[in-house]
């Protein structure tokens, strides 16, 4: 990854997080120097089979991005779990989200051998229905799992989608 799309890459996740995102950092502000270490550790840990990154770029900047991983113990190496997913705020309502999601679809079945996806989305943000009306289906919630505040305990929603 080059050194511009890195730094395009974390400021698009501390934009998103300081936006009230849920992407990963539950508690704004985040700073870059924050961001960076765990972004870091993502990009650290690709493998063509077992960790990637898609990216979503308009006009040649980046609009949005995921993180999809599988493990390679065999039990569940026939699934993967989705994280970070996206959209930088100056792109929103564009179908850049929609457009990765279609996108994963496609890189996790056909380039990673997966049958299905797994994700944990915080409730209480809509994120259930775009899932939902993206294919996705809710198999459970950790009731107020996620304290956000005092008094602001949020589910966890479960959600799979079949590839």
Not at 13 to 28: C, H, S
Not at 76 to 100: K, P, S
Request: glycine share 12%.
């Amino acid at each position: 990854m080059s050194s511009e799309l890195r730094r395009e890459m974390i400021e698009c996740w501390v934009t998103v997080t300081n936006a009230g995102g849920a992407a990963g950092f539950p508690f704004p502000p985040v700073d870059f120097d924050q961001v960076a270490v765990v972004a870091d550790q993502i990009i650290a840990g690709l493998a063509p089979q077992r960790s990637r990154l898609l990216l979503a770029c308009v006009d040649g900047t980046l609009a949005g991005w995921l993180n999809v991983r599988s493990d390679a113990n065999p039990l569940i190496a026939h699934w993967g779990t989705v994280h970070h997913v996206q959209t930088h705020t100056g792109f929103r309502g564009r179908g850049v989200g929609a457009a990765l999601m279609h996108r994963l679809r496609r890189v996790a079945r056909e380039e990673m051998g997966l049958e299905q996806l797994h994700l944990a989305a915080r409730g209480g943000v809509g994120l259930d229905d775009f899932y939902g009306r993206l294919g996705w289906k809710e198999i459970g919630r950790w009731p107020g799992a996620l304290r956000l505040a005092p008094g602001d305990d949020r589910d966890e929603i479960l959600m799979v989608l079949e590839l």
